[in-house]
């Protein structure tokens, strides 16, 4: 056995590798003051995004600025209330949205799509106007896979852009969404992709690009990776478990890295 003590290891700042809350120290069997402030801070963000009142007027107007036509539409959730407890009435649309799409439908679309609130409407008004931004640019340079049709609904669950994506007769929904808000972000931002959406379709058939926020997914990025998969999963004609998201070996040697401010 050798006399020599085992040098100690350098300590590593965990925090400088993550937002997730570690190494916070302690103050007698508990955490310190500022730690436990910051959660409560953090967790009150999270609450308020949940009931956060969505905007639909005004992200209308933004996306029409880009030239966009947009339709507005509605789940049967009546308030959110309504939507939180019940989250099979964020995947139905209301009898009015439904014959307001199906009157704007007369030609079916490749590409629809779809804006909601989900579970953080600010997410969709920090970010989701400058990822269409982003996106309408990449897919211009194929007018196959140009969308059709912007719809912004209200009280809206992933699954609803499955009606609004059958009744637009579209071959593929983008759903942008505001996701479950945590609390290193309150504001994220998802994508979800459906290759012949239709009302029953599974997690399992569709593709997501999550994490689009300030610390997270910028948006040049995200628009590269929905692009992609746009391109890719209507060639293949599928999304989901079917079509592995390659776009990373595909990308820019120098991608942009727009991020909000």
């Given at each position: ?34 730690a ?17 009142v ?5 992200l209308?107007?933004?996306?029409r ?15 959110r209330?309504?939507?939180l ?5 964020g ?13 704007s ?10 804006i909601?609130?989900g ?12 990822v ?36 637009l ?30 009302p ?8 997501c ?7 997270g ?18 060639a ?13 070996d595909?990308?820019?040697r ?8």
């Amino acid at each position: 056995m050798s006399d020599k003590s085992v040098p100690a290891r350098p300590t590593i700042d965990l925090k400088s590798f993550t937002p997730a809350r570690v190494a916070l120290g302690r103050s007698g069997a508990s955490v310190p003051t500022s730690a436990l402030l910051d959660f409560t801070l953090d967790h009150a963000r999270a609450r308020d995004a949940v009931h956060a009142v969505f905007d639909a007027p005004r992200l209308v107007a933004d996306l029409r600025a880009l030239g966009l036509a947009v339709t507005e539409a509605r789940s049967q959730a009546v308030d959110r209330r309504d939507y939180l407890r019940r989250p099979d009435l964020g995947r139905q649309l209301d009898s009015g949205s439904a014959e307001l799409l199906a009157q704007s439908a007369s030609v079916p679309c490749r590409l629809a799509i779809v804006i909601g609130d989900g579970l953080s409407a600010a997410a969709v008004h920090a970010h989701a106007v400058a990822v269409v931004e982003r996106l309408l640019t990449l897919l211009a340079e194929d007018d196959a896979v140009a969308p059709g049709h912007v719809v912004v609904a209200s009280g809206a669950r992933v699954a609803l852009g499955d009606e609004i994506g059958a009744i637009l007769g579209a071959r593929m929904v983008v759903m942008l969404i505001g996701e479950r808000p945590g609390l290193s972000a309150p504001d994220s931002l998802g994508a979800y992709l459906t290759f012949a959406p239709q009302p029953g379709r599974s997690d399992a058939e569709r593709n997501c690009v999550s994490n689009i926020h300030h610390a997270g997914l910028s948006y040049d990025e995200a628009a590269f990776k929905i692009a992609w998969l746009v391109r890719e999963g209507m060639a293949r004609e599928v999304t989901g478990v079917a079509l592995k998201d390659e776009s990373a070996d595909r990308a820019p040697r120098r991608i942009g890295t727009a991020r909000p401010e």
